[in-house]
């Protein structure tokens, strides 16, 4: 009460933060005269002067009036674009490092301009995180003209891009990527073995674009760039053929908790059913020699029972390729983890792909924690403020539109079957299509969008062919006449190439499209058409000139026509054929429509069917609605059952957010430890030596030898002499005369370390000498880090599979979070021990050989003088299981200078070719570490 009476007289705190900007937002407005007035020289020339004002002492926030001013005015110029006034509140959220959220059509791309100008001025990098590489291209290209326009340099960062462009891109101004991208390239960045192979160059500021589905939606699952092991094809396949002969009582299914388990029933089945397909067990199924076994067959039950095709996946080119239950796209590259990729791909009979090992992982959260300041925008944060100000620190600022929204949101229509839905559904397209207005239905899967589909066609409607050039003529032709044209596009991840242009035209008069959940998410709908896609299909290959400025003109007319007859026919009417278990994406659909204050309608039908209803619904309500009469093709509308369902969407994300969390409490447990690694990683690689390092790694050793040995305070009589001698040759390669010390009199534990010490050192100077100096310190820098590297990999592998069995813990009262960090500390600790030991040994056995190159034709020129290997050169050893078997032996092959080339080579870049005609580079050549 005292709340509520507080908050009408003071305002929401979000209402008195909106107010806090109204005084920055005046002063830009004030100097916009003056900004003007300028030329283009003069105003690209004001970066150059904040870049001095910034090295003067100023803050970001002392330029801020003047930058976005000036970004408003390049915008203004270069794009026709200007800023309205909640754009310029839009870009001051974004630079304080908080959400700014902006409804679907209130230009987010365009407000990003102002924040990611004014944090680019210092030069330490800017990233503009986007959902996928149409976008991330589309506004690199777009705003990149502005930045252009303004000195400053823009970069691309999307898949299949080159190390070397890679770089560049990251050492730009403004760099656009998607998520994955930026997450992938940082854990790749950390198994490079030299500084200058990185791509990254720091965690400045970043703007994440759609930051409700990149901080939450993905946030479950984990970046993790993993490596084959051993193939298991012929297992997954096996395996396979027996779980179509399972019957319903032999397991068990969650669809709450995405689970599935054999019932006792079901293990005995299943047991007998392996047996006679040939799988090998020994003795019980559930013995530990079969626990393999068991962890495919649940996978197996898993790729069966739960995961749909077209919903959960689809099958592409021979390939099973997971969509996003969240975005309807297809996610290449991305594969589920513990062998239920396999499982899925034995099911769908394509080619089984090796099981991976993880080599580095990462999850969103931990990544974009990594930025000093991050910043997000979306149409729809609201609803998860909770979580993003918990995980990341995150205030929500609700920015109002620029003129009022003037959508019709109509309560739900909710029907017993889903056929009776469906026909509902196809009657409300037909009374909407009449009256050419365009639709866009929203469906929660392919398998349902093509359902749809299927309905449309039996009623007469065609399918558009976006194969067909100029696929979209008829509908233009019929929406010129006012006709209907009884044609509908439909978007899902099958059709994923052509994903914007589809949205794009869904404004036209008549135009129905049928999208996969956010499918197009991040390209606006205009109604009446966009006229930059039109022009980019119709005006391709017209050369600039009289002719296609007509044709440009001829389409502008055009889809300034159809938008007053989308206008007249009542906007874009948004038909949802399914509550998402999310209100974001439900909202994000709505928010399709009444952008700029244009007219819109949005209505959602559901079904007692439906997984939402199904699930978190009342198991009585069917019997119910049929007692009150409710009749064939009869529908239920009433806001309690809007707000019910928003109860059961809000004990869904409820779950989501707890099931996030947990993830998150666990993986800052190895967080810290990949922290740790990376950045010692790191220092290790900038150091031109690590002598140092390795030195007192042998000393850790010697000290870890004679302790096991030596039991504190006794006499040589109870050491272990015999263990102690043969830890040393294992570990140093060193026969030392320990029993003969430990009769001396007078020896203690002290001088017996000292004197193993010596020998050690001696032994190790004596093979660093053999090999140079320059060499020995290359070589322990490769194996340092790919001993390193190697023990990591183990240890991600024995955490996770500690993390899959601690809850258990849970049943003797011990808290499993507790007992995980515990354990993994442990881990660590002996991680650091098992390198000293690999390092030690690799380092004490390592023998140099070199091999002449082949001779070129004409002979060889004179000998020039023995040089370190290339940095390429692999460094091949024995691994520390098998030291005791012999030493390892490091194979470097020297370049041979080209005949026809003199001792003294012409100064060159180390980048250059070299002038010997190789064809390498000066630095991989005659070049080489000079």
């Known amino acids: 009460m005292l709340a509520s009476f507080a908050k009408k007289i003071f305002g929401s705190a979000n209402e008195r933060r909106l107010k806090s900007y109204k005084p920055k937002v005046a002063a830009i407005n004030a100097l916009e005269p003056q900004t003007r007035a300028l030329s283009d020289a003069e105003l690209a020339g004001k970066t150059a002067q904040f870049r001095a004002e910034l090295s003067a002492g100023k803050t970001l926030d002392d330029l801020l009036v003047p930058a976005f001013a000036v970004v408003r005015e390049a915008a203004r110029r270069v794009l026709g674009q200007r800023h309205f006034d909640v754009q310029l509140i839009g870009g001051m959220v974004l630079h304080e490092g908080a959400i700014a959220e902006m409804r679907t059509g209130e230009g987010k791309t365009l407000v990003a301009t102002l924040a990611t100008y004014l944090n680019a001025l210092p030069g330490t990098g800017v990233h503009v995180v986007t959902v996928n590489d149409y976008l991330a291209r589309r506004d690199a290209e777009w705003m990149g003209r502005v930045y252009g326009f303004l000195g400053l340099s823009t970069g691309i960062i999307v898949h299949g891009v080159e190390d070397e462009e890679r770089r560049r891109s990251y050492a730009a101004d403004v760099t656009y990527g998607t998520n994955n991208e930026f997450g992938f390239d940082y854990l790749r960045d950390n198994m490079k073995y030299e500084l200058s192979q990185m791509v990254q160059r720091g965690h400045a500021f970043a703007i994440v674009d759609e930051v409700d589905s990149i901080l939450i939606d993905e946030a479950r699952t984990p970046l993790i760039i993993s490596g084959p092991s051993d193939d298991k094809s012929d297992l997954y396949n096996l395996i396979d053929k027996v779980m179509p002969r399972l019957d319903r009582e032999d397991y068990e299914v969650d669809e709450k908790q995405r689970a599935t388990s054999l019932t006792e029933i079901g293990n005995e089945h299943i047991e007998e059913l392996l047996r006679a397909a040939g799988v090998e067990i ?139 839905k469906l026909r509902a559904i196809v009657r409300e397209i037909e009374a909407a299509n009449a009256k050419m207005q365009p639709l866009l239905v929203g469906t929660t899967s392919i398998e349902k969008s093509e359902q749809l589909a299927e309905a449309m066609k039996r009623e007469g409607y065609r399918q558009i062919d976006f194969s067909q050039p100029q696929a979209l003529q008829k509908l233009y032709e019929a929406a010129r006449k006012g006709e209907p044209s009884k044609l509908f596009a439909v978007l899902n991840a099958r059709f994923h190439e052509q994903e914007a242009y589809i949205v794009a035209e869904a404004g036209v008069p008549g135009a129905i499209t049928i999208a996969t959940n956010m499918a197009g998410r991040g390209t606006d709908i205009k109604l009446g058409g966009n006229v930059d896609m039109r022009v980019s299909q119709e005006c391709e290959g017209l050369p600039e000139g009289a002719e296609r400025e007509a044709r440009e003109a001829e389409i502008r007319a055009e889809v300034d026509a ?61 019997s119910m609605l049929v007692k009150l009469g409710l009749k064939e093709d009869e529908a239920i509308v009433h806001p309690w059952i809007n707000k019910a369902l928003e109860k059961a969407q809000q004990k869904v994300e409820a779950r989501n957010f707890d099931m996030r969390k947990n993830i998150l409490k666990y993986d800052n447990v190895m967080n810290d430890q990949r922290k740790v690694v990376f950045e010692q990683r790191r220092e290790m690689m900038a150091k031109d030596s690590l002598e140092e ?36 040759v294992e570990s140093f390669n060193v026969e030392a005369p320990v029993a003969d010390w430990a009769k001396e009199e007078g020896i203690d534990e002290e001088a017996l370390r000292e004197r193993l010490q010596k020998a050690v050192d001696e032994s190790y100077a004596a093979r660093a000498a053999r090999n140079g100096p320059d060499l020995t310190r290359y070589i322990e820098k ?80 004179e000998a020039f003088a023995p040089a370190p290997a290339p940095l390429e050169t692999a460094l091949s050893f024995a691994p520390a299981a098998a030291l005791d078997e012999g030493g390892a032996t490091a194979t470097l092959q020297r370049p041979s200078p080209d005949a026809g080339l003199a001792g003294d080579y012409p100064k060159v870049g180390r980048n250059q070719p070299c002038p010997c005609g190789s064809g390498k580079k000066y630095k991989h050549c005659h070049g080489v570490l000079t």
Request: charged share 30%; glycine share 8%; aromatic share 8%.
């Open 282 to 420: 020994e003795g019980s199924l559930y013995e530990a020699a079969n626990v393999t076994i068991v962890h495919h067959v649940n996978q197996a039950l898993r790729a069966h029972k739960l995961f749909q095709r077209d919903k959960d996946y689809i099958v592409r080119n021979g390939e099973v390729v997971i969509i996003d239950e969240f975005t309807g796209r297809m996610m290449p590259g991305r594969r589920y983890s513990e062998g239920l990729h396999q499982a899925l791909e034995a099911k769908e009979h394509v080619q089984v792909q090796p099981e991976n090992v993880t080599l580095a992982s990462i999850t969103f959260q931990n990544y974009f924690r990594l930025y000093k300041k991050l910043a997000g925008m979306t149409g729809t944060a609201s609803t998860e403020a909770d979580e993003f100000a918990e995980i990341y620190k995150l205030d929500v600022v609700d920015i109002p539109t620029n003129l009022p929204v003037r959508r019709l949101d109509e309560d739900d229509e909710v029907y017993r079957s889903a056929e009776e």
């Open 562 to 622: 159809f938008k007053a007859k989308a206008i007249a026919a009542g906007g874009l009417y948004i038909v949802g054929t399914e509550r998402h278990e999310s209100r974001r994406i439900d909202n994000q659909l709505r928010g399709r429509s009444g952008r700029q204050g244009d007219p819109g309608r949005s209505k959602f039908f559901l079904s007692l069917k439906d997984d939402l209803m199904r699930i978190f619904g009342s198991e009585r309500m069917e």
């Open 693 to 728: 390092m390795v030195g007192e790694m042998r000393e850790g050793v010697v000290d870890d030898l004679v302790s096991r040995a030596v039991p504190r305070d006794s006499y040589p009589e109870a050491w272990d002499v015999e263990g102690l001698a043969r830890g040393v």
């Open 782 to 861: 490769q194996i340092v880090l790919q001993a390193l590297d190697h023990l990591w990999r183990e240890h991600l592998v024995t955490l996770d599979h500690l993390r899959q069995v601690v809850g258990w813990r849970g049943m003797a009262q011990r808290d499993p979070l507790n007992e995980y960090k515990s354990e993994a500390f442990e881990l660590f600790d002996e991680l650091i021990a098992q390198l000293r030991q690999t390092v030690t040994a690799q380092l004490s056995r390592v023998e140099v050989a070199f091999e002449a190159p082949e001779a070129p034709e004409g002979g060889f020129a």
